[in-house]
């Protein structure tokens, strides 16, 4: 059974995503399951049932490395949805090049 406060994140996760499939980011929650070989069954079932005790924490990880959410906005739900810096444009440019920069090019080029 998760904690109140577990669930309040993990329903905060499935937000994240319904915000990364609006901006178009990511096609719909088969695309990210498919992309990390996560168990869909699962995932539609924590969906409806946040208490279950099948979440992983590493799906929060993919959310802030792959598609720069930011982990204080997941954990807490405070400050901005995307990490600074990044946007849904920006992600979406990221995911088309194969996710291979960290950070957008202005913090490449050294200019902070």
Do not use: C
């Not at 990390?36 to 590493?58: C, H, S, W």
């Not at 802030?64 to 400050?79: I, Q």
């Amino acid at each position: 059974m998760q904690t109140e406060q577990s669930q309040v994140i993990i329903k905060r996760f499935f937000e994240a995503l319904q915000i990364l499939i609006e901006n178009k980011v990511i096609r719909g929650k088969q695309t990210f399951t498919t992309r990390y070989g996560i168990n869909r069954r699962n995932m539609y079932t924590l969906e409806k049932e946040p208490e279950r005790d099948i979440f992983q924490v590493a799906w929060l990880e993919n959310l802030v490395k792959d598609y720069k959410v930011s982990a204080e906005w997941l954990l807490t739900g405070n400050g901005s949805f995307f990490s600074a810096g990044w946007n849904s444009g920006t992600v979406k440019s990221l995911m088309k090049s194969g996710g291979k920069i960290e950070k957008p090019a202005k913090y490449l080029h050294g200019k902070n």
